[in-house]
């Protein structure tokens, strides 16, 4: 029977409905054997071979139909799904899924993907990444574009997000899969990974690709915010985008700039910046926000613009060319605050950037002139070490906004405590402190720039005036002012400070007062600023105690010392207490004008009233001395003050003085008759100097010697004094022994021994009658002496020209103990007593009586030789002396003297018991035992040097004595 395609589909389902599946299947099969091309009998086959379990046979069913049945493709893919949901069969799954990667059904596939189990996705994952590498491998663009799509689409389904960018990428570069497709794809990756940046750029690719250049370019700018921009791909990509389109320039430049390329992305930006214009539909501040894609952004440039520049200033906080850019920007717009900022950040970045700051701050620009930037001009000039530059810009800084000061202040101190010693900052400190009401610290600097005087006085003023407008008046505020008002010349600059605080604190009258006082004892030139400040002030106020009597010293000080004595009077009337201190500042100007006799007669006052009689006394006789014309008011009062305090030589003594230096002698022995029968016989004996003065203006010298002798009495006369009128006295009667005898008492009083014994020697050379006088003098000093050795010189040569020869000797011996430096001095004065009736010296002279009595005296001199080391000069003497047989032991102990001193090597030859020739010397002892003394005597003559030959008249004595 002639089987159709009815029939064959009849019996597959009679089968079927039989139970029969397997009868089912084999009919199906052979049917579709003779009609491949039915889809109906193509149904039947699947469906039983996936009643049957063989799912292959099914898969390559439908995969058959496909080829054979084009038309009926929509039949067999819902026929293909029907199968998979039934069966959940893998092959089949593959199968749907590849064929719907082929129709680019993205959605179908997700659908079919979510409905799969998670072991088909994961397989489906393994089988598709090794089928993508092999195909492109293989360079089979198309299909390598279809697995990697797929590839993507299953990683996103397994949620592998991050995975599924790269498979997607290549499909993007394909050009053989819609970049629609693509880009919905990455949309939902971009969801989830909102921070990737390669998502962002394939997602600007796809919009290039679509001709979206404007989405492309938001997209690239997304991108280039996140980390890691695929930034060689991002360039090549940004050179495709239409150069018209909005921004482009911006986004290359940053681009560029992200790269490293710094100057060449900025040169791009600022060319948008400046081709750009600003939409007015709102303003630069309000469009500044986090987020600069949204609607408002996309009609306002300079909103993007600060963005973009904003987020390129944080990606780079290092980059001048960035922050310059950004700077530029806001300062354009008027955002000097934020401009500075942005500065201010790079500088704490990238300290290299300092000069480009500096040349960017200085600019020639009223809107530069901000308190931040100059702020942030006054920092970068410090760190120059720049302080003028510094101190220019915080001073603007500071008087443009106030809250900037405290930052100034310690940006300042900084820099002083690092060492940098330029008093321009302690001039900037003190400002900003005084601007900061912080009187006390800024007045501590300003003493310090005072004290250490290294700026100008007219730049120290102007600081104090700063201080004092800032801070208002004080006590310091006002000195200085005043001091630098002193020194310019100009002291009534600082009147109205002064006027200030004089009326608002009388409390600090006294301190201000003592304060200017000190100022001007600095500088005596002063004072006269001192009372033409107080001229001033006194026309406007009445003048408080402490000012009066400034204004009175400053009057006593330049000269005015009448005026300045009456106005002192006046203040001693209301305060009686000011005496002791008004009697030193008199005390002080008489050392400056000593010839004012209303000065000293002011003075005398305050002694008397201070029981300082003998001051009063030395006051009152100045201004006789000064004023001769008052002698008649003046002698009463003091012989006031002789009653006041009458046991006190000292006053007479004043006027005494004041008589003889007026020549008034009449006035000086009246008050010397009055005080020698006042005082005590010590204390008139004093005053008899004063006599001596008389009798010489007189020129009766004989009485003037009278009153030395009777002045040298008292303990308390005045020494010097008398040695100088005695010198006098002298010049005029130069051979008058009494006058060298008191001249040589006053002399040896005073410790000057030497000059007395020389004035009594003197006395008595013109008198021999004063030899005993001045002996008993000198032995009763001797005690006391300072330098006995001179005394006993001097009273040994008195004693042997009074023929007392033992004492004389004895005092000459006593001389020689002096130090070395006299021993010369003593061997002149030994000389003169031998030559004294002594003309000629011969050896029979030495024989004679009288060369016999001279003898102890030539024994001293020898004696005094051997100290002065003159050996053979004492040998010769010895010589002399010896035959006379006269205290030979003294002879002999004076030769083994001279042989110990004059022979250095004496001690070694003494050793040495050897022959007596030894290296052209002799042993003494050889020569002494064997009595040879003339014939080794010329044999040393000719042998040894000179010393030696004194050795030898030495041993020549010895040997004489040992006979």
């Given at each position: 029977m002639f089987l159709t395609q009815e029939k064959a589909l009849k019996k597959i389902r009679q089968d079927k409905e039989k139970g029969d599946i397997v009868k089912a299947r084999k009919r199906a099969l052979d049917a579709l054997k003779r009609w491949p091309d039915d889809f109906e009998i193509v149904r039947e086959a699947v469906v039983s071979c996936i009643e049957t379990g063989d799912n292959s046979q099914a898969a390559s069913i439908l995969k058959s139909a496909l080829r054979k049945i084009p038309s009926k493709r929509k039949g067999i893919v819902e026929l293909a799904k029907d199968a998979y949901y039934n069966s959940a069969n893998p092959i089949i799954g593959s199968f749907l899924v590849e064929l719907m990667v082929r129709t680019r059904n993205i959605d179908e596939i997700s659908e079919l993907l979510r409905r799969s189990h998670e072991s088909f996705i994961k397989e489906l994952i393994k089988r598709s990444e090794t089928r993508s590498e092999g195909l492109r491998k293989e360079a089979q663009t198309t299909a390598a574009a279809e697995s990697d799509l797929l590839l993507g689409l299953l990683y996103l389904e397994d949620n592998q997000h991050a995975r599924a960018v790269e498979p997607l990428g290549r499909v993007l570069s394909s050009s053989t899969v819609e970049p629609e497709i693509v880009g919905n794809l990455l949309i939902k990756i971009e969801q989830q990974l909102p921070q990737d940046s390669r998502t962002k750029y394939l997602l600007g690719v796809v919009s290039l690709k679509l001709s979206h250049y404007d989405k492309a370019a938001r997209r690239f700018f997304q991108c280039l915010e996140l980390r890691d921009p695929p930034m060689d791909e991002l360039l090549d990509s940004i050179d495709h985008i239409d150069e018209n389109t909005d921004g482009y320039k911006l986004l290359k430049g940053e681009a560029i700039f992200r790269a490293g390329r710094f100057e060449e992305g900025a040169k791009l930006i600022r060319e948008y910046t400046e081709e750009s214009a600003s939409a007015p539909s709102a303003s630069f501040e309000e469009a500044v926000g986090p987020d600069p894609f949204g609607e408002q952004a996309e009609n306002n440039h300079d909103k993007f613009l600060a963005q973009r520049l904003s987020l390129l200033v944080d990606a780079f906080p290092q980059s001048s060319e960035g922050a310059f850019l950004y700077a530029d920007f806001l300062k354009k717009h008027g955002m000097m605050k934020e401009a500075v900022g942005v500065l201010s950040n790079l500088y704490e970045n990238n300290e290299s950037s300092i000069d480009e700051l500096l040349s960017w701050l200085d600019q020639d620009d009223e809107v530069l002139l901000t308190a931040p930037s100059k702020k942030l001009l006054a920092v970068l000039h410090l760190k120059k070490d720049d302080v003028e530059g510094a101190l220019k810009a915080a001073r603007i800084a500071s008087d443009i906004d106030h809250s900037t000061i405290p930052e100034l202040i310690s940006m300042t101190r900084a820099k002083i405590e690092e060492g940098n010693d330029s008093p321009l900052l302690d001039v900037l400190l003190a400002e900003l402190l005084s601007k900061a009401k912080d009187r006390e610290g800024a007045e501590e600097i300003l003493e310090k720039l005072k004290r250490e005087n290294r700026i100008d006085k007219e730049e120290l003023y102007r600081l104090t005036r700063e201080v004092i407008k800032n801070c208002g008046t004080s006590a310091n505020g006002v000195i200085s002012a005043i001091e630098l008002g002193f020194y310019n010349g100009e002291p009534t600059e600082a009147l109205p400070y002064l006027i200030a605080i004089y009326r608002e604190s009388p409390e600090e009258h006294e301190n201000i007062a003592q304060r200017i006082r000190e100022t001007a004892q600095s500088n005596d030139s002063?004072?006269?600023?001192?009372?033409?400040?107080?001229?001033?002030?006194?026309?406007?106020?009445?003048?408080?105690?402490?000012?009066?009597?400034?204004?009175?010293?400053?009057?006593?000080?330049?000269?005015?010392?009448?005026?300045?004595?009456?106005?002192?009077?006046?203040?001693?009337?209301?305060?009686?207490?000011?005496?002791?201190?008004?009697?030193?500042?008199?005390?002080?100007?008489?050392?400056?004008?000593?010839?004012?006799?209303?000065?000293?007669?002011?003075?005398?006052?305050?002694?008397?009233?201070?029981?300082?009689?003998?001051?009063?006394?030395?006051?009152?006789?100045?201004?006789?001395?000064?004023?001769?014309?008052?002698?008649?008011?003046?002698?009463?009062?003091?012989?006031?003050?002789?009653?006041?305090?009458?046991?006190?030589?000292?006053?007479?003594?004043?006027?005494?003085?004041?008589?003889?230096?007026?020549?008034?002698?009449?006035?000086?022995?009246?008050?010397?008759?009055?005080?020698?029968?006042?005082?005590?016989?010590?204390?008139?004996?004093?005053?008899?100097?004063?006599?001596?003065?008389?009798?010489?203006?007189?020129?009766?010298?004989?009485?003037?010697?009278?009153?030395?002798?009777?002045?040298?009495?008292?303990?308390?006369?005045?020494?010097?004094?008398?040695?100088?009128?005695?010198?006098?006295?002298?010049?005029?009667?130069?051979?008058?022994p009494q006058a060298y005898f008191l001249l040589g008492e006053t002399l040896l009083r005073l410790g000057e021994e030497e000059k007395s014994v020389d004035a009594f020697r003197r006395c008595t050379t013109l008198s021999a009658s004063y030899m005993k006088t001045v002996a008993e003098k000198l032995e009763q000093l001797l005690p006391l002496s300072a330098k006995p050795y001179i005394i006993s010189g001097a009273l040994g040569e008195i004693y042997w020209k009074m023929r007392d020869r033992e004492r004389g000797c004895r005092y000459l011996r006593d001389a020689q103990k002096g130090p070395n430096d006299y021993i010369h001095s003593l061997s002149e004065i030994l000389a003169g007593l031998l030559g004294d009736g002594d003309e000629e010296s011969t050896d029979s002279d030495v024989k004679s009586t009288e060369r016999n009595d001279k003898d102890p005296l030539h024994l001293l001199y020898a004696r005094n030789l051997i100290l002065e080391e003159r050996f053979e000069e004492a040998v010769e003497i010895l010589e002399r002396l010896w035959p006379n047989g006269e205290a030979p032991e003294a002879i002999i102990a004076s030769l083994r003297e001279i042989s110990s001193k004059s022979r250095p090597d004496i001690h070694r030859l003494e050793q040495r018991r050897k022959r007596p020739r030894v290296r052209g010397q002799y042993d003494l002892r050889y020569l002494e035992r064997h009595r040879k003394t003339r014939h080794y005597g010329r044999r040393i003559l000719r042998a040894v040097p000179k010393r030696v030959c004194i050795s030898h008249k030495v041993c020549r004595i010895e040997g004489c004595a040992s006979r």
């Open positions: 002063y004072w006269k600023h001192v009372g033409k400040l107080l001229d001033e002030m006194s026309k406007e106020e009445t003048l408080s105690f402490p000012f009066k009597f400034l204004h009175a010293l400053a009057h006593l000080n330049t000269g005015e010392v009448e005026r300045a004595i009456f106005e002192f009077d006046q203040l001693v009337m209301v305060n009686s207490d000011i005496g002791y201190e008004l009697m030193e500042i008199y005390k002080n100007a008489v050392e400056r004008s000593d010839d004012n006799p209303t000065l000293h007669l002011a003075l005398y006052h305050l002694d008397l009233d201070s029981e300082l009689y003998v001051d009063a006394a030395h006051h009152l006789c100045r201004t006789l001395e000064l004023d001769p014309a008052q002698i008649r008011d003046i002698v009463p009062m003091f012989e006031k003050l002789v009653e006041m305090d009458k046991g006190n030589h000292l006053i007479w003594e004043e006027m005494l003085k004041s008589a003889l230096r007026l020549n008034h002698t009449r006035l000086a022995q009246e008050v010397l008759k009055k005080a020698i029968a006042s005082l005590p016989k010590e204390d008139s004996a004093a005053l008899h100097i004063y006599g001596a003065e008389i009798s010489l203006a007189s020129g009766n010298i004989e009485d003037a010697l009278k009153c030395f002798a009777v002045a040298l009495t008292s303990q308390k006369t005045n020494l010097m004094s008398v040695g100088d009128k005695l010198y006098r006295l002298i010049e005029q009667s130069p051979n008058n």
